[in-house]
């Protein structure tokens, strides 16, 4: 089956740096990924569309500048956060549709980021 | 617009009974729906999906959930509920005649005790 993984699984940084975080289609090609933000116990929010070759698609009320992303290549996506303050700690998870198209999604296994 | 609700926070059963998870959803158009489940600090497992056809979908782990357009609902069952199904549940759907983005439901806590 579809395999998604993210890298790191956690992170902790200080207040004013930047983090980055990679998403990769393992067995499959992914031209579109998806960014997702999931605070504890509540839902996921999509915070952004990742198209390979081309710009971000950001939901609203997300900062672009402060959610970088990079669709570098077919199979790997990645998320940075700029500048990262406490309340950007999240579990950030991606996922990608599988190869039948948008049918169904395929989830990483989510990056934890604790901001000191 | 596109919605899910899941109208109960938490869902407790004993072991052997049976589950049910409740859903409904708004569309414009015809639902692409869908089940998550989500272990502690993991990310979403993919359980099942109704797109056309049959009304009663079946799973992984021995789920099944019935489309029903009337009610709009799409609730999860499974017959006999194992402790190892205590997870975090989400419903989510898809409105064919707009993207492709999936809006969740808030999640539904299952607690199945020994």
């Known amino acids: 089956g579809a395999v998604v993984s993210q890298h790191p699984s956690w992170v902790i940084c200080k207040s004013g740096t930047s983090v980055k975080i990679e998403c990769r289609s393992l067995?499959?090609?992914?031209?579109?990924m998806f960014w997702y933000r999931q605070f504890p116990k509540q839902s996921l929010m999509l915070m952004a569309t990742?198209?390979?070759?081309?710009?971000?698609?950001?939901e609203q009320g997300v900062e672009k500048d402060k959610f970088l992303i990079n669709h570098a290549s077919l199979t790997l996506s990645t998320l940075t956060v700029t500048s990262a303050h406490p309340e950007d700690s999240s579990f950030y998870i991606c996922?990608?549709?599988?190869?039948?198209?948008?049918?169904?999604?395929?989830f990483g296994p989510g990056t934890r980021l604790l901001v000191l | 617009a596109q919605s899910v609700a899941q109208p109960e926070d938490q869902v407790n059963v004993a072991e052997g009974n049976p589950l049910t998870v409740k859903c409904t959803y708004s569309?414009?158009?015809?639902?692409?729906l869908f089940w998550y489940v989500q272990y502690p600090n993991r990310g979403l497992q993919f359980l099942l999906k109704?797109?056309?056809?049959?009304?009663l979908v079946k799973g992984s782990y021995g789920f099944e959930a019935e489309f029903n357009k009337s009610q709009t609902s799409f609730h999860l069952k499974k017959p006999s509920a194992l402790v190892s199904d205590s997870a975090l549940y989400f419903c989510?759907?898809?409105?064919?005649?707009?993207?492709?983005?999936?809006?969740f439901g808030a999640g539904t806590t299952v607690t199945v005790r020994a």
């Open positions: 996922s990608a549709p599988g190869q039948k198209g948008f049918e169904t999604q395929y």
């Open positions: 067995d499959f090609q992914a031209t579109t």
């Open positions: 990742s198209n390979e070759g081309s710009k971000a698609t950001y």
């Open positions: 569309v414009s158009g015809n639902p692409y």
């Open positions: 109704y797109i056309t056809g049959d009304n």
């Open positions: 989510a759907v898809r409105d064919t005649l707009r993207d492709y983005k999936l809006s």
